[in-house]
């Protein structure tokens, strides 16, 4: 059982460059995340999605476009790195969104923006 | 003021040792109480989970949550080198349908053979 797969795990691209991070899991979870973690600033949340088709801003999304197209997928997308963007970016996934369903995390994708 | 504060350490005790790691937080209507480990270059990994003050035990691992005082904390016993991690502990609002975890910077601990 994978869990939550993350690809790439590493990338570099320079300012202006796009990319989509993929994050998929197979354990039915209707609620999926994207994080990114920052030294000396924890987990914050960019976007989440409560089912296929949906998508929400977290508390930072500015710069980061989300799509849901099936249950299994949640992508991340950068139009035009900026090099604040350079972090580790964590999906996570839950069965549902209330206080009792964990969140289970894929092992991240390092990013750097040049 | 923060709505979740931790300690990011670091943190070194030696092996053996009894672990103690907090967290304090401001928004009373937290409800669910967890604590994540994260191993270097790793996702965060689910260690415990609490709802309402009391303890819960699982193994070598005590979670503690007094929301009079809000404040929580992570005990662990007979610490080994293996449990050299970063320890994130997070919260979720009561009936969050958003699922929106608070998460603490986390606290970095080595235990040294």
Known sequence: NAGVTQTPKFRVLKTGQSMTLLCAQDMNHEYMYWYRQDPGMGLRLIHYSVGEGTTAKGEVPDGYN???????NFLLGLESAAPSQTSVYFCASS??????????FGDGTRLSIL | QKEVEQDPGPLSVPEGAIVSLNCTY???AFQYFMWYRQ???????????????????????????????KYISLFIRDSQPSDSAT?????????????????????KLSVKP
């Open chain 1, 66 to 72: 989300v799509s849901r197209l099936k249950k299994q």
């Open chain 1, 95 to 104: 069965r549902q969104g209330n206080g009792n369903q964990p969140q289970h």
């Open chain 2, 26 to 28: 401001s928004n009373s």
């Open chain 2, 39 to 69: 191993y270097s270059r790793k996702g965060p990994e689910l260690l415990m989970y609490t709802y309402s003050s009391g303890n819960k035990e699982d193994g070598r691992f005590t979670a503690q949550v007094d929301k009079s005082s």
């Open chain 2, 87 to 107: 320890y994130l502990c997070a919260m979720i609002h009561y009936g969050g349908s958003q699922g929106n975890l608070i998460f603490g910077k986390g606290t």
